[in-house]
């Protein structure tokens, strides 16, 4: 069975602070990762992807991804309460583009 | 451009009755796939369609089907309804179905669907 773990949360942050959201896969042979925003009552949205061992910037958000220790994270600088969502981490294996979706945590930025 | 459009976008039927969900890929995109998310939980991958095949099946018993058409297109089926149904079903278009980089995938604004 393959698992993507997350931390349920919430995870508060002020305003202006880094937000880092991990989570943990168990399928060896993942080869692409994913991190949604999901707004209350909305569909996900697709952030970042990151395929390859390291550090992968587009603007606020950073995804971090180590293969040996079958773990993605992502961190959000600066945070702004337009942030508040829940955070879904995904991955899918070489053969199909399934995804496999952890249960997501919600992000809380206050003001 | 278009994003992955789904039809209804709200729908209330009753236990046992089916229903038909209707999803319109991003243009360009051969490949859809369906997600059932109930509230507190991550999307659950239900059936994924390329090219009007069949390329892969999640846990989900003979009540769900679904088919492509070949504009692209995709029905999503579910017959026998029952209470544990009621979901957020959810559509995703990607360009192919497999290879690093090129599965990303894109989602509708979903079918909420409630089961009285």
């Known amino acids: 069975q393959k698992e993507v773990e997350q931390n349920s949360g919430p995870l508060s942050v002020p305003e202006g602070a880094i937000a880092s959201l991990n989570c943990t896969y168990s399928?060896?042979?993942?080869?692409?990762f994913f991190w949604y925003r999901q707004y209350s009552g909305k569909s996900p949205e697709l952030i970042m992807s990151?395929?390859?061992?390291g550090d992968k910037e587009d603007g606020r958000f950073t995804a971090q991804l180590n293969k040996a220790s079958q773990y993605v994270s992502l961190l959000i600088r600066d945070s702004q309460p337009s942030d508040s969502a829940t955070y879904l981490c995904a991955v899918t294996n070489s053969g199909y583009s399934t995804l496999t979706f952890g249960k997501g945590t919600m992000l809380l930025v206050s003001p | 451009d278009a994003g992955v459009t789904q039809s209804p976008t709200h729908l209330i039927k009753t236990r046992g009755q089916h229903v038909t969900l209707r999803c319109s890929p991003i243009?360009?995109?051969?490949?859809v796939s369906w997600y059932q998310q109930v509230l507190g939980q991550g999307p659950q991958f239900i059936f994924q369609?390329?090219?009007?095949?069949?390329?892969g099946r999640g846990n989900f018993p003979d009540r769900f089907s679904a088919r492509q058409f070949p504009n692209y297109s995709s029905e999503l089926n579910v017959n026998a309804l029952l209470l544990g149904d009621s979901a957020l079903y959810l559509c995703?278009?990607?360009?192919?179905?497999?290879?690093?980089?090129?599965?990303?995938?894109?989602f509708g604004d979903g079918t909420r669907l409630s089961i009285l």
């Open positions: 399928d060896r042979v993942s080869q692409s």
């Open positions: 243009s360009g995109h051969k490949s």
């Open positions: 995703a278009s990607s360009l192919g179905t497999g290879g690093v980089g090129n599965q990303p995938q894109h």
């Open positions: 369609y390329y090219e009007k095949e069949e390329r």
């Open positions: 990151i395929y390859s061992n």
